[in-house]
């Protein structure tokens, strides 16, 4: 786009195409607005310490299964599993707000879910389950990435991170989920039943206005 910008034709010009129209993007790459969730499980390493190896297979599949299901029954695709985190994509409306309330949904039901499997669990296991959630919306480039057999539809972008890091602030803020004001305003939070304020987010240059609450699962829409 920057070289045809820079281009000044003084004659005919015939133009070969790079790309087929009909190519699909996965494959070559595009870039769109998306909302990235990360969700962690707390205190994993400690139960893996602690539980039979068996055992931690059982409860690590649950926790899957069941952060899994909200996030796929409020329209986001799981995309990947990092140990014990989770990366999902709310991309299925061309509408922000859509997306934006529907990863808001996941993980408030995710919260709620978490605390019914805690509570199941703690009858067989000593351990509690709890996890910390992030949410951030924006532009990134989304297509098929990887090598051989783990190729697959991924996203990488500022974006990305920022949800990754608000996830990980969830320790420090002792809170279940932070989110970033554009989301919750587009999700149609009541926001002022959020704490908020504007912090540093490593790997960005300005601020980042957030709002944070220790419950994910009392989320309220307006």
Known sequence: MRLACQLKPVANLSVTPLMNPETDFDVVGKEQETVMLFVDLRNFTKLSETTLPYDVIYIFNKYDATCGKAIEANSGRLDKF??????????VSDSIEVNCKGAVKAASEISKQIKMLSQDL?????????????????????????????????????????????????????????????????????????????????????????????????????
């Open 82 to 91: 990092i140990g014990d985190r989770i990366m999902a994509i709310s991309e």
């Open 122 to 222: 703690s009858k067989e296991f000593s351990a509690e389950l709890k996890c910390g959630m992030g949410i951030h919306t924006g532009q990134s480039i989304v297509g098929m990435m990887g090598y051989g057999d783990t190729v697959s539809r991924t996203a990488i972008s500022d974006n990305v991170n920022v949800a990754s890091r608000l996830e990980q602030m969830t320790k420090a803020y002792n809170s279940e989920l932070i989110i970033s004001k554009q989301v919750a305003v587009q999700a149609g939070l009541k926001t002022s039943e959020f704490v908020g304020e504007s912090v540093e987010v490593r790997g960005r240059n300005e601020k980042l206005d957030i709002v944070s609450t220790p419950e994910a699962y009392q989320l309220q829409f307006s």
